[in-house]
Every structure is written in C-alpha cells, then in structure tokens.
T-cell receptor, first 111, second 111 residues
C-alpha cells in the first residue's frame, strides 16, 4: 500500500534555531518526492523535488535529503524565521500516476 | 503564482442543497485535481481530470461529481450537501509526476 508518514505532527522552536522534519514513504513504483509548504489559509507551494538519484538538495535555508534504501526523506530548516511557521507536507509520486500526501508537520516559530 | 483561482472562497449552505465549486487555471495544465483537507488528515483526492471531458475518481469521491468542458475550468459539484462535506477544498493543476500548483482553497460549511 502506498503511504507517506511524517513526524513529528507538530513542532515548536525558537526563532533562529534549526529543525528537521521527517518523512517515511512507501511509494511504488517510485518516481519522486516533493516537499510542500502550506501557510495558514493558503494552498501548498512546492519547496523542492527529490528524485531517486538525488541525496541532498538545497533551496535557500531549506535542505532536503533522500535515502532511497531506507525510504526516508528529511527537510532541514536552518536559522528559522517567523515566516517559516507553516505546515510542511511530504508528497510521494509514483510513476503509476499516484500522488500520495503525508498528513504534514505543523511548525511554529516563536520569537 | 501559477494562475489557479477558486470560487467561491467561502460558502455556507444547508444540508441537502446543491453546491458547485469552480476552479480556473490560466497555464494550460492538462491535469487538474480536487482535494479536500480536514484536520488530522492529509489532502485527500476527490476527483481528477486528465483532459477535457476525461475525469476519474479519487479516494473520497462518494457524494461528489466533476465536469471539465474546457481545459481551463474544472467544476466540483456536491449534489446534495451533507455536514460531513464541511471542509476546505483545494483545486490543483499540473502533471501527475511534477509540481502541483494549488489554488487558495474554498472553505465550505454545511449546516
């Protein structure tokens, strides 16, 4: 069964601190994995895409990793800012036309 | 901004009434999707379209129908709204292996 599980469900950190969000995926046949950011009251927006051959990809203060052997991905946020407060959704794409959403991690940044 | 607009953005209706949500895109994406988002759940696929007049069911399609008469428009209809259909509905467009572009969401309350 295709599924994407994220942890933690929610996280609170102080501004300026780093954090890492986790994603375990079972997607077959695997095509790629994306991380989306969803601000409160808005639609999700793609942050980064990870394919089978990529281990690490950075987008500003966001760094995503992918371990195809363990089927795990992480999103690391460096030097957090108040604007990073949002839900972060891990999404697995199969080459069989399936898109599988995780339930998201709600991140709150405190000043 | 990938030009996905949803209307209405907010709607309150009564049980048993029909409701239609509209999604309009300006980027000529072939694939369009309707999702619902509820607390404790990830985005769940209701219906999707892979071309004009070509649609298929998602995982939570009961009680919903869709139509796509033009590339740019994708309509979601609740024939007889129920309280369990109170939710935030998101339209998305893109490719099934690629980035999805989301609208801002339509908040529906069924009393």
């Amino acid at each position: 069964k295709n599924q994407v599980e994220q942890s933690p469900q929610s996280l609170i950190i102080l501004e300026g601190k780093n954090c890492t969000l986790q994603c375990n995926y079972t997607v077959s046949p695997f095509s790629n994995l994306r991380w989306y950011k969803q601000d409160t009251g808005r639609g999700p927006v793609s942050l980064t895409i990870m394919t089978f051959s990529e281990n690490t990809k950075s987008n500003g203060r966001y760094t995503a990793t992918l371990d195809a052997d363990t089927k795990q991905s992480s999103l690391h946020i460096t030097a957090s800012q108040l604007s990073d407060s949002a839900s972060y959704i891990c999404v697995g794409y199969s080459s069989a036309s399936k898109i599988i959403f995780g339930s998201g991690t709600r991140l709150s940044i405190r000043p | 901004d990938a030009g996905i607009t949803q209307s209405p953005r907010h709607k309150v209706t009564e049980t048993g009434t029909p409701v239609t949500l509209r999604c309009h895109q300006t980027e000529n994406h072939r694939y369009m999707y309707w999702y619902r988002q509820d607390p404790g759940h990830g985005l769940r696929l209701i219906h999707y379209s892979y071309g004009v007049k070509d649609t298929d069911k998602g995982e939570v399609s009961d009680g919903y129908s869709v139509s796509r008469s033009k590339t740019e428009d994708f309509l979601l209809t609740l024939e007889s709204a129920t309280s369990s259909q109170t939710s935030v509905y998101f339209c998305a467009a893109g490719l099934y292996t690629g980035e999805l572009f989301f609208g801002e969401g339509s908040r529906l309350t069924v009393l």
